[in-house]
């Protein structure tokens, strides 16, 4: 059995994901609760994550996955974990990270706060040191700095996965899991001058095997419309149609409507006709997840945006599925942990109030595809 579990944050991200193999995945980081505010529901990350571990006796994740540097998805990670290049991130009370997988943004970015500046020096310097680390997508800018750096590109070219590529050691052919990176595209790192972090976020597809049964999730970072709509016109073209199918979803943005349209609407965001082809891939009984606060009963400028949140609730229905908010499951005065299984009966919420320690209730039956 596979296992997700996704954080009430607000608007922020963090996904762990614990393979059948033992393996531990976190993709971002983002403690964001206040201690000190008795009223704040967000989960206190730093200390899930470490009695996650310590259960475990290890002080380590095998993979830690940025989607991009934005604070929402790095919030005080150079608190938590153990970092490499620098002597004042090392204790023993950090949590190691044995492989860092980053855009290629984060190496090359300029012009960024102080926090993104901590993990693009902890990327740099493994891609320096030419280990624990895997980049996402080869533009010219990561070629010119390999360049400024002395270090021959071919010599790093292994550590470097893109778009329409599957993960090493992550594939059918290794094991249970296979992850199929969408994005980032080279041209989304393209300009020296200004990245941004939004079009070059991680979007993978991740397939779990269980006693012969497939399940599918796609994850994403911030991406915005424009950018979902190359990637299914670009896996069109490829006619790699089920690399977009899936029983779980990510939603990128916390639900906000521009990742569907340029346009909110008035009570429906309408997406481009890319993005609804992509969501009525879902399978039967599929799971939208968005990591976000509240969705809010009137219009407002930042996510999540009730719009979206409509259409998304839609989708849902027509798959006879879920539409789940962080911050509001399993209820909004007393929102914890979402925990999905995987397993020969696909994808099931579990129905607890305990991260770590939850049984599951009401199983669908086996399905088929």
């Known amino acids: 059995m596979h296992k997700l579990t996704f954080f009430p944050l607000g608007n922020a991200d963090c996904c762990l994901i614990e393979l059948e193999d033992k393996c531990k995945m976190l993709f971002d980081y983002a403690h964001c609760k206040v201690a000190e505010d008795e009223n704040d529901l967000r989960s206190d990350l730093y200390s899930l994550l470490q009695e996650n571990l310590k259960k475990e006796k290890r002080d380590y994740f095998d993979i830690v996955a940025f989607t991009h540097a934005d ?24 949590i190691k990270i044995k492989e860092l997988w980053v855009p290629a943004a984060v190496i090359i970015e300029e012009d960024i706060p102080e926090e993104a500046k901590i993990l693009r020096a902890e990327a740099r310097y493994r891609l320096k040191k030419g280990k624990g680390i895997r980049v996402f997508s080869a533009p010219d800018t990561l070629k010119s700095w390999f360049e400024s750096e002395k270090i021959k590109y071919e010599e790093r070219r292994d550590l470097i ?44 597809q991740i397939i779990f095997s269980c006693d012969g049964q497939d399940t599918k999730f796609i994850l994403s970072g911030d991406t915005e419309c424009d950018v979902w709509k190359d990637i299914v016109k670009v896996t069109k073209y490829h006619k790699r149609e089920e690399r977009l199918n899936w029983d779980i979803v990510k ?13 909110v609407g008035k009570e429906k965001t309408v997406p481009e006709k890319e993005i609804n082809w992509l969501f009525e891939q879902g399978n039967e009984r599929g799971i939208i997840i ?22 998304y609730k839609e989708i849902a229905s027509k798959k006879n ?3 789940i908010v962080t911050m509001e499951h399993p209820q909004k005065t007393s929102p914890k942990p979402l925990v999905i299984t995987i397993d020969k009966f696909k994808a099931t919420v579990v129905k607890s109030n305990i991260f770590g320690g939850a049984a599951i209730i009401n199983r669908p039956a086996p399905r088929a595809g």
């Open 321 to 323: 599925g879920e539409f």
């Open 161 to 204: 996965t893109n778009a329409g590529q599957t993960v090493p050691g992550f594939d059918k052919t290794t094991g249970n899991v296979e992850i199929f990176v969408h994005s980032p595209f080279a041209i989304h790192s393209e300009d020296e001058k200004l990245v941004d972090r939004n079009q070059a976020s991680l979007v993978m």
């Open 71 to 94: 604070e929402d998805h790095i919030s005080n990670f150079s608190e938590f974990f153990f970092l490499e290049h620098a002597q004042k991130y090392q204790d023993d009370k950090r």
């Open 251 to 263: 939603l990128p943005h916390h639900c906000s409507y521009k990742s569907l349209s340029a346009e």
């Open 290 to 311: 968005s990591t976000s606060d509240i969705i809010p009963s009137s219009d407002q400028e930042q996510p999540p945006h009730r719009q979206a949140a409509n259409y």
